[in-house]
């Protein structure tokens, strides 16, 4: 069965303070991974696809990095508009076309 | 571009009424979800639909049922509501499964059954 499972559940940090986030999971064959940014009452909004080991992904202030186990989303010099629920996410093993979802990430940058 | 529209935004259901939620995209993406979030468990599939005139369980169907009505739309109906219903419901969007599996979701339906 797949699991996903993000650390960790919350995560406070000063502006400028540099961090990472983890997604570990377990599937029969990864067939890519992916990021969300949830902001409160609204819908989860794309991040990145990462699909092998070694690979890496960045946008702004974001970095996403994949092992085999697990991956990374490195924040670097966060600001307050960071501040959001971070979800991570795998195809399903049984069908790609279905995600199973972590729990997320719920990161506050104070200023 | 509207991208994915869900109504209603809000609403409070007695225990064993029935309601549909609507979802509309305008991506001209062939497949559509209905997802489900609570607190601590994440988002947990419903219902999918690959393609216009397919519809496939998730991992949470039971007590819902779901209507591809044409490539746009996508609607979640509730039959007899229950209190373990009360959910924020999202509904999403993609080209196609697979490997392009970016989604885009909707803002969401807030859901209290009382």
């Known amino acids: 069965e797949d699991q996903v499972t993000q650390s960790p559940e919350a995560l406070r940090l000063q502006e400028g303070e540099s961090s990472s986030l983890n997604c570990s999971y377990t599937v029969s064959g990864l067939r890519g991974l992916f990021w969300y940014r949830q902001d409160p009452g609204k819908g989860p909004e794309f991040l990145f696809t990462?699909?092998?080991a070694g690979e890496e992904k960045e946008k702004e202030r974001l970095k996403a990095t994949l092992t085999k186990k697990e991956s990374f989303l490195h924040i670097t010099a966060p600001k307050p508009e960071d501040s959001a629920t971070y979800l991570c996410?795998?195809?399903?093993?049984?069908?790609?076309?279905?995600?199973?979802f972590g729990s997320g990430t719920q990161l506050t940058v104070l200023p | 571009n509207a991208g994915v529209t869900q109504t209603p935004k809000f609403q409070v259901l007695k225990t064993g009424q029935s309601m549909t939620l609507q979802c509309a995209q305008d991506m001209n993406h062939n497949s559509m979800y209905w997802y489900r979030q609570d607190p601590g468990m994440g988002l947990r599939l419903i219902y999918y639909?690959?393609?216009?005139?397919?519809?496939d369980k998730g991992e949470v169907p039971n007590g819902y049922n779901v209507s591809r009505l044409n490539k746009r739309e996508f609607s979640l109906r509730l039959e007899s509501a229950a209190p373990s219903q009360t959910s924020v419901y999202f509904c999403?969007?993609?080209?196609?499964?697979?490997?392009?599996?970016?989604?885009?979701f909707g803002q969401g339906t807030r859901l209290t059954v009382v």
């Open positions: 999403a969007s993609n080209k196609q499964g697979g490997q392009n599996t970016e989604a885009f």
């Open positions: 639909s690959a393609s216009e005139g397919t519809t």
């Open positions: 996410a795998v195809p399903h093993w049984g069908s790609a076309r279905q995600l199973t």
């Open positions: 990462l699909y092998s």
